[in-house]
Structure formats: C-alpha cells, structure tokens
C-alpha cells in the first residue's frame, strides 16, 4: 500500500487520538528542553542529525535520495533516518525527549497539536536569521503550516483534489467534457447509473455517500464558499450558506437514488488502496481523488481511459471553479533538538531547494509545495497529472485552518454528515448549529489548566 497516499486520512485519525500526547510533550518544563538556534547561520555543517518520517517503500527511498544528496553537498554531516513514523509515535518521542531533529508528518491537522503544545518549534527567527522568502511556498501551504501567527513548520509537498472520470464511459453516454458544477454532475452521475434487473445498483456514475473513498466533508471545501472558522480564528463557522447549500444538494442526490441502495453498493467495493478501487475497475465512472491516483492508475491499470478536472463546484459558485482542496506534509524541528542548526539546515534544504523539491515530487508523485518547483520543467508526470499543478497555482486553492484540537472539528462535522445522508437528523440548521457549539467547547477546553 502506497503510504502516502492513506497518510492524510490516517493522520488526522491519529492526530485527535494522540492530541492528550502532544499536549503533554508541550507541558513538561515550559521550555524547548534543547539547544538554541545560533545568532548567525554556521559557516561550516557537521555533525549528525536525525530525521523522522512516515514514508515507507518507494516514497521512503525518494527520502533517501535528496538526504544522499544532502549529505554529498555537506561532508561534515550524517543524517539518521527513521522511517515510518507515524504522528503518535513522533508525538510521544517528542514528549519523552527522544532523539528527534527533524520530524514530518503526513497530515496538516497536527499542525496546530504540534505546534500549540510547542512540540515543534517556533521558526521565524532562523527564517529571519537566513532571509528566507517565504513569498516562495503557495500561499495556501504557507498558511497551513502556521499556527497562532507563528511559522513553526515548513510544508513539503501537498496533496490537491479534483476530479477523475472515465473517458469511455462518458462518451458512450454522449458527454464531451466532464462537469463544472454539482448540477451537472448529478444529472451526468444520475445518467450514468445503471441498475439490476431486481433494482439494485449495477454501475454508478458518481457516489454521493460521505465516507466513500475520499468523499468527505472537507475535500469538499473547495466546491463551495464555506468558511471552517471565524475570521479571527476564535469560533466555529461551518453554520453558514456555503455549507447548506453542498449539504442540501447531497441529500437530494442520495435520495434520488436511495441511501439503501447506495450503502449496499458501496459495501461490497473494493479496498480504496488496491487494484480492485472501484474507478479503476469501471464500476465508477466519476470520482473525488488526489493527485496521487495517477501513480496508482499508471501501477496498476496503465490502460484505463481517463482524464482530470478540477472538481465541480457549486451553482451559485462558479467562480470558484478551477481551484480545490489542499492538504499535505509538513516538516518542523521537535523542541528537544540538540543540533537546531544543523536540523534547520536539513530542514530547508527538504523543503526550498528547487532541486530537491521537484526530486521529491517526481518521486514520492506529489504537488510541489513552491512556485519555483511548481513551474519547473524537470517535473516528470503523465498529462493528467497537470489538472492538480493548475489546481495548485489557482488563487481559488483552498485548505482548513489549523486548530489546537488537530482534527477533532472535521471529525464532528462528519459524524453529523452521516446522520443527516441517512436522514436520522432531518433539520440541517440546527444539525449545524450544534455542531459549531460542540467544536467551540472542545477549543474551549483544549485552552483550559
């Protein structure tokens, strides 16, 4: 299994399970526990600095090749790399003083768990120290990597969303393009469904369920204007139009065809992750995905007939369309780092070296997190990869706020989600309403003693 791939969903998982941990590694002493960064870069690296990841397989022996280099443009240096390192096992290394430099993590939603607990440290003085630009990285990754107006890590390649859809089937229906908007990917979805001889679901256009593959709430930011939270950062906002309108145009679709019908058919789906995902096996003519199920397509069904687009988005939205949803890796320096120095120097290398970050990207197939590296011309990718580096450049690219709850807000929505698809909450505004109330309280107590 492709571990990058899953790492988002995973992470988040694993960032509101462990968040009483990173709370802890922030509370022991009060202080970074490790040595302080120097008033001047050094003019000469050396010495041993240890990185932790969660890549495995192929995406780890990418790590391994920009470190190789690392090391080749620095004599004096070795780095130590751990590998597979989810965010429970960086966050309890971190509490309990462990040998850890530099740490990346596969999900933006610890972000505001590693940084609020001071897990990570704060970098803006060594990116003043250095003069780095940070103008360089998408504003969108820059901002995700922030957390309480300070920049304690650096994003290193994103996941973007869009849209996949089968060439042949949509031409064998009569369609030329795929859709813009919801309504036009519910009337081609609704098309493209075909049925059993006893009713049930034989083939679908599009899955409307939440909780299929990667439908969720939050890939589905960029299809509307719904803000996550207040403008000052303080409240939860998903109450709002934006988010009424993608929740009524979904219930509507469910029920045209029946939640019943559609639950039966998802269960018996293949695994997201294997070669029976149901887009690649045709039983899904149109799918929400990221950018790296191209890789997946060109692995394991190199002959399927497909293209990109942004993912549709709603009516009344339509500037919108062109942008998406954006998550991806982070990398920051653990407050207990006895080489802070040379950690930033690896740190940076991993994430604003041009070079490097296409290395990466070409071989772990993610998006470039900078401008430099976005429009570079040694990007190795098939076409349809493009659709997501134009999703990425778009100034309609959107992500979600970093909370000190980590992933808890999303998860509150999708639990509502799931009662409202399957018609056990009925009133959406109250649904909403309750869910904003039960995020604030838990930001209330994530500030309590």
Not at 40 to 63: C, N, Q
Not at 161 to 181: H, I, R, V, W
Request: aromatic fraction near 10%; glycine fraction near 10%.
């Amino acid at each position: 299994m492709n571990t990058h791939s899953t790492r988002r969903r995973l992470g988040a998982m694993l960032a509101l399970a462990t968040s009483a941990t990173v709370v802890l590694a922030g509370c022991a002493g009060g202080s970074s526990g490790g040595a302080d960064f120097s008033s001047t870069a050094p003019a000469k690296l050396s010495g041993t600095v240890s990185l932790w990841h969660f890549f495995s397989d192929r995406e780890a022996k990418a790590i391994d090749g920009v470190v190789a280099d690392f090391e080749k443009a620095n004599p004096g240096v070795k780095v130590k790399v751990h590998s597979g390192q989810d965010d429970e096992k960086l966050a309890k290394k971190i509490a309990t003083g462990g040998d850890i430099d530099v740490a990346i993590s596969g999900s933006t939603d610890s972000v505001g768990l590693f940084c609020s607990s001071g897990s990570f440290r704060d970098l803006d003085p060594v990116i003043k120290r250095d003069g780095v630009d940070m103008s360089e990285f998408t504003d969108v990754a820059k901002k995700y990597t922030s957390f309480d107006g300070k920049q304690c890590a650096l994003p290193m390649l994103a996941d973007v969303y869009g849209l996949y859809y089968n060439a042949d089937l949509l031409k064998a229906a009569g369609y030329t393009a795929p859709p813009k908007t919801l309504s036009e990917l519910k009337e081609m979805g609704l098309k493209l469904t075909t049925y059993n001889a006893d009713g049930s679901i034989k083939t679908l256009g599009f899955n409307p369920l939440m909780n299929y593959y990667e439908n969720q709430p939050v890939n589905y930011t960029g299809t509307i204007d719904g803000p996550w939270m207040s403008d000052d950062g303080a409240k939860s906002a998903l109450n709002n139009q934006g988010w009424k309108d993608l929740a009524t145009w979904q219930k509507d679709y469910v029920d045209e065809i029946g939640y019943d019908k559609l639950k039966a058919f998802t269960s018996g789906l293949g695994d997201e992750w294997s070669a029976d995902n149901a887009f690649q096996t045709g039983q899904i003519a149109m799918n929400m995905d990221g950018e790296w199920r191209v890789a997946f397509i060109e692995d394991q069904k190199p002959d399927l007939n497909y293209g990109t687009a942004p993912f549709p988005v709603g009516d009344d939205y339509a500037s919108l369309y062109g942008g998406g949803y954006t998550t991806g890796t982070i990398a920051g320096i653990a407050k207990g780092s006895s080489h802070p120095d040379l950690a930033w120097a690896l740190l940076k290398y991993l994430t604003t070296d041009t070079n490097t970050v296409v290395k990466l990207a070409n071989g772990i197939k993610n998006v470039p997190t900078t401008k430099a590296a976005l429009n570079s011309a040694d990007l190795d990718y098939p076409q349809q990869f493009q659709t997501f580096l134009d999703i990425a450049a778009s100034p309609n690219l959107v992500s979600v706020p970093a909370t000190a709850i980590g992933h808890a807000n999303q998860t509150t929505f999708q639990t509502f989600w799931d009662q409202w698809q399957s018609g056990e909450a009925t009133d959406l505004d109250a649904g909403l309403a309750k869910v904003d109330e039960d995020i604030d309280n838990a930001l209330a107590l994530s500030k309590a003693p």
